[in-house]
């Protein structure tokens, strides 16, 4: 997860674009893995630390110190933070709920849906149900995750095209000078 300037990027958003509904909240656990409440009370009873530092060891510190800094109650030192406002600092970094208000649109985007229906072409050849007219690669619509997938993915669509591709209109080398 990456905060930018203008707002959420990196591989893990990304990634939900493909899916997420404009409207619709997500839900983001800023400290997966962990039990959250239990390592806010243990810095609790050992730390003298403020607790955004304490907290900076479980996110960056900039992010720590930006959720401390909307609640009066945090900006003390970790033992000095009442087990309520804890217990309430972990719930809401474990269930961080926003709503999406857009994004960058076309023009950045990375990832986008859309493209030929699998069902109007044949999986073997990349065929279309117009005869002579193939599509391969990320011109149909086939989505999948992060990761190289998409090169795969044209690489095999683009292979199975050109074995089925007729003898006399495969691309010959052209002519050494």
Known sequence: LLFTHRGLSGPGVLQIS????????????????????????EAKLRSKKLLSNELATLVPSRLAEAWVS????????????????LNKLAEALSNWQLTPTGSEGY????????????????????????????????????TGWLGGYNFQWAWASAH?????????????????L
């Open 107 to 142: 023009r950045k985007a990375e990832v986008t849906l859309g493209g030929v229906d699998t069902r109007d072409l044949s999986s073997q050849t990349m065929e279309s149900k117009q005869a002579g007219l193939y599509f391969i690669g990320e011109v149909v619509d086939v």
């Open 160 to 176: 199975a095209c050109a074995q089925a591709l007729p003898s006399q209109s495969k691309i010959e080398p052209a002519a050494q």
């Open 18 to 41: 493909s899916y997420w509904q404009e409207g619709t909240p997500i839900r983001l656990n800023l400290a997966p893995d962990m039990n959250l409440p239990e390592r806010l009370q």
């Open 70 to 85: 909307q609640e009066p109650a945090l900006q003390r030192t970790a033992a000095d933070v009442p087990d309520k406002a």
